[in-house]
Structure formats: C-alpha cells, structure tokens
Nanobody, 123 residues
C-alpha cells in the first residue's frame, strides 16, 4: 500500500523560499512522482514531476527557474524547492505517484495522492 505524506508548507513573504517534502511508503522508488497545486477557487494544476531515476524533470512554465524537484530514492522522499515565491503560488500542494517510470503533466496519469500541504505567500 502506497502512502504519501507532504510537509513543509507554511506562510512566507513574497520573494522567500520553502522546501516541501513528500514522504512515501511502499516501493515508491520504482515510480515517477509529481507535485500538483490547487489555489483558492482554482482547479488543481501541474507543478513539477520527476522520473524514477531522477534524471528527467518536467515543470510548468510559471515555476521554471524558481522551483526544483528532486528525489531521494534511498529515503523514499521527493522534494520541491521553491524560491522567489509569489502570491500567486499560494495553494495546497500535493504530491502524487505514477504507476510507471516516466513523469507526466496530467493528473489522470497518477495513481496515488497525498493529502496536501498549505503554502501561503503574502505580498
């Protein structure tokens, strides 16, 4: 059984940084992982994803050059380093696991989801 638990979300000022973590139980090192977010009154959207080996990453355009996804397959953890945060980054951030090795931008490609962690960026 796969379980995903996010942490690291908090209130931060614009321009600040946060590092989100997703602790995964089960054989999660075999699979691609992703981060999605849902802002107030918005649909959930793709943020970043990483392949099983960690050698391929995808980002949505609005976070490129500001966010970095990484993974520690020994510890079963995926991280999202977020720099230069903007108020529009305010959202609940959720990690997700895909049932194969390759990252994807599409929610429907992911099989397991965490509960999410709140990130609030004040202006």
């Amino acid at each position: 059984q796969v379980q995903l638990v996010e942490s690291g979300g908090e209130l931060v000022q614009a321009g600040g940084s946060l590092r989100l973590s997703c602790a995964a139980s089960g054989h999660t090192s075999l699979y691609a992982m992703g981060w999605f977010r849902q802002g107030p009154g918005k649909k959930r959207e793709f943020v970043a994803a990483i392949s099983r080996a960690g050698d391929t990453t995808l980002y949505t355009d609005s976070v490129k050059d500001r966010f970095t996804i990484s993974r520690d397959n020994v510890g079963g953890t995926v991280h999202l380093q977020m720099n230069s945060l903007k108020p529009e980054d305010t959202a609940v951030y959720s990690c997700a696991l895909r049932g194969n090795s390759w990252p994807s931008r599409y929610e429907s490609d992911y099989n397991y989801w965490g509960q999410g962690t709140q990130v609030t960026v004040s202006s």
